[in-house]
């Protein structure tokens, strides 16, 4: 049996209903080899797909050809602007260029200016990430993203400034535990300054509305009930996502730092620091992106009743964003 389904353009190879569905659609999306596509391959890509739409496709042309050529396709452009998406701010490229940040956030021993910089980085690089591979189908102002972009530096800022006070001045700690606490800092601080984010810049949705579609995909109207939900939902993956990345190296480091090795050659804690933080992201990022499904299921009875009155469907979907 092929590995590959039939092709459909635009769709996923792989069930979006089921967690392991979702976790192989999103290793697909991060998947750092696309990052070397050159632009010959990327035109050819592009060439097959519209022969695909146009009905005009070579003979001998494989499903798995077409789905390998979408994979790149997504990878590079921008769907809704057509445009080449920079290399850093590319899905595929988070893990690569995302991880120097996250192990400059997890550094043991971070002065304040150390703290700034990195939470400041960190918060730059989403902010980058999010408007490149941003919704373009409408319009939007710039406005929007920088108060996000603002929001969410000042909240991850003076949250993790605030704590690193807060456990300076706690004279009950030990020094060892003052130390394994302030570890922990960038998680409350980031997860924090992603729902600003969230909040900042999709606030307007509770007073419009989202499209909630039926069955076949038809938009049967707005609702701003599921907005409510949308937002409350991507909140929460906003806050899970990550947790394992930025909780699981330093119980791990904690580990490793007590062993012979690296109480001797203290000059090794660096690289391993960084290979525990280069591992948990890329094998963290795609399970915890993959918990919540993209398109969400809300009851019509729960919804207003003009949506009701549009539609015979029980269940409507939204897209809850991510």
Same mark, same amino acid.
């Given at each position: 049996?092929s590995?590959y &389904?039939p092709?459909?353009?635009?769709?996923? $190879?792989f069930d979006?209903?089921?967690?392991?569905g $979702?976790f192989?659609h999103?290793?697909?999306v991060?998947?750092?080899?696309?990052l070397?596509v050159?632009e010959? $391959?990327?035109?050819?890509?592009?060439?097959?797909?519209d022969?695909?739409?146009?009905?005009?496709?070579p003979?001998?042309?494989t499903d798995?050809? #077409?789905w390998?050529?979408?994979?790149i396709k997504?990878?590079?452009?921008?769907p809704?602007?057509?445009e080449?998406?920079l290399? &850093?701010?590319?899905m595929s490229?988070? %893990?690569?260029?995302?991880?120097?940040?996250?192990?400059?956030?997890?550094?043991p021993?971070?002065?304040l @200016?150390s703290?700034?910089?990195?939470q400041?980085?960190?918060? *730059?690089?989403?902010?980058?990430?999010?408007? +490149?591979?941003?919704?373009?189908?409408?319009p939007?102002?710039?406005?929007?993203?920088?108060?996000?972009y603002?929001?969410?530096v000042?909240?991850?800022?003076?949250?993790?400034?605030?704590l690193? /006070?807060?456990?300076?001045?706690?004279?009950?700690?030990s &020094?060892?535990t $003052?130390?394994?606490?302030?570890?922990?800092?960038?998680?409350?601080a980031v997860?924090? @300054?992603?729902?600003?984010?969230?909040?900042? =810049?999709?606030?307007s949705?509770? +007073?419009?509305?989202i +499209?909630? #579609?039926d069955?076949?995909?038809?938009?049967?109207?707005t609702?701003? /009930?599921?907005?409510?939900?949308?937002l409350?939902?991507? @909140?929460?993956?906003r806050v899970? =996502?990550?947790?394992?990345?930025l909780?699981?190296?330093?119980? %791990?480091? *904690?580990?490793?730092?007590?062993?012979?090795?690296?109480q001797?050659?203290?000059? #090794?804690?660096?690289? /391993?620091h960084?290979?525990v933080?280069?591992?948990?992201? *890329?094998?963290a990022?795609p #399970?915890a992106?993959?918990?919540? &499904?993209? =398109?969400?299921?809300?009851?019509?009875?729960q919804?207003?009743?003009?949506i009701a =009155?549009?539609?015979d469907c029980?269940i409507?979907?939204y897209?809850k964003g991510l």
């Amino acid at each position: 049996m092929s590995e590959y &389904p039939p092709f459909q353009y635009g769709k996923s $190879r792989f069930d979006q209903n089921t967690f392991f569905g $979702r976790f192989r659609h999103f290793l697909d999306v991060i998947d750092p080899s696309t990052l070397f596509v050159t632009e010959k $391959r990327l035109r050819e890509c592009v060439e097959l797909l519209d022969h695909f739409k146009q009905g005009t496709l070579p003979l001998g042309v494989t499903d798995a050809q #077409l789905w390998q050529a979408q994979k790149i396709k997504q990878a590079i452009i921008h769907p809704d602007t057509g445009e080449k998406i920079l290399m &850093p701010f590319r899905m595929s490229g988070f %893990i690569p260029f995302g991880t120097p940040v996250v192990v400059g956030l997890l550094l043991p021993n971070q002065t304040l @200016a150390s703290t700034v910089f990195w939470q400041w980085l960190n918060q *730059s690089h989403n902010a980058c990430v999010n408007y +490149s591979n941003r919704n373009a189908s409408k319009p939007a102002p710039a406005s929007k993203f920088l108060l996000g972009y603002l929001g969410a530096v000042t909240s991850a800022v003076s949250i993790a400034v605030g704590l690193n /006070v807060l456990i300076q001045r706690a004279s009950r700690f030990s &020094p060892t535990t $003052r130390l394994l606490v302030q570890r922990f800092i960038p998680f409350p601080a980031v997860a924090s @300054a992603n729902v600003c984010n969230v909040v900042l =810049m999709r606030h307007s949705e509770l +007073s419009e509305g989202i +499209s909630v #579609l039926d069955n076949n995909g038809n938009v049967v109207g707005t609702s701003r /009930v599921a907005a409510k939900h949308a937002l409350l939902e991507t @909140a929460l993956t906003r806050v899970v =996502m990550p947790m394992p990345i930025l909780v699981l190296p330093p119980l %791990i480091m *904690s580990a490793l730092e007590k062993l012979p090795l690296l109480q001797r050659q203290k000059r #090794l804690v660096l690289p /391993v620091h960084s290979l525990v933080c280069l591992a948990a992201f *890329s094998l963290a990022l795609p #399970l915890a992106i993959s918990l919540f &499904p993209q =398109m969400s299921q809300i009851s019509v009875d729960q919804l207003e009743p003009e949506i009701a =009155m549009a539609t015979d469907c029980k269940i409507v979907t939204y897209n809850k964003g991510l």
